[in-house]
């Protein structure tokens, strides 16, 4: 039977009850719907407080939703969309970003989850070029989809090529929250003084019930992205549900209180396995993510306790995920059911 505490992703952890209480909180009378209540005005104010007063949000029901809706607003059909071939965008939507936005999806390799500006130079020589896709976005994810950060340089670094190349910069933010928790930096330090100029803001993965944000870091970038949230079908009518969850979120730094308890537990894992010699951890563990080998065999014992991917069959690579609710002995449990696996 498996266990309650699943090391799959921090989607399967619950809300947190300080979300909870907000929803609850909020669920008081009636209010205008489609985000003209006072609790979605609330929540915009914060996110230019986190993201700097020319900042615009848009609050939108889940990741996808939020990629897609970002991308589609900022491209045209004939442009191309540059990310790693670990993205989201590109191997966990479905064709969705492709489909709604029209665009090529140029992948390079990232065997450590991060793309850099080398890679992306042999992309240029299609500038201009009529026969080709036009590359027009650069996509990063931060925190990767392997548990590992980019500095704020190396955004930076990334975010000057686009701009020099009349491209802008997307963050798929998931994981936003433990990126920003694992580098010790404000939001305003790792986005707006980076040069982002957009992003998609987690907050699922972070203890709120459903609901993404997309914060474009300039006005002029947000300009009509209200239609095209509403022709995609992201316009929520009772909004200020998803709002409170978020005011939660960024009140009294729960965000961060979140994020550095699920990178902790992380690192303690990764601790604790290290001392099996049939373990060997393949990524830096970073944020909340243990991406590790191990034997065929034990990946079954374990399992059978306990829900977790396989990221990668044929190297028998799993990715062990933890989240806010993740406790100490939750590791304690699931570190003893692995050398129990592996006998």
Known sequence: MLKSRSFASDNNAPIHPEVLAAITNANNGDAIAYGDDAITQQAELLFKQHFGEDSEVFFVFNGTGANVTALAHLTKSYHALICAETAHIWHDECGAPEKFTGCKLHTLAAPNG?????????????????HHSQPKIISITQATELGTVYSCNEIKEIADFAHNHDMLLHIDGARIANAAAALNVSFKEMILQTGVDVISFGGTKNGILLGEAVVFLRKELAKDFQFVRKQ?????????YISAQFIALLSNDLWLRNAQHANEMARLLAEKVQNFPEISITQKVQTNGVFANMPKHAIEKLQSNYFFYVWDNERSEVRWMTSFATTPQDIDNFVDALREALR
Do not use: C, N, T, W
């Open 114 to 130: 991060k793309i850099s500006v080398e890679q992306m130079l042999p992309l240029l020589h299609s500038v201009g070029f009529q």
């Open 232 to 240: 995609s079908m992201q316009l929520a009518s009772k909004m200020r």
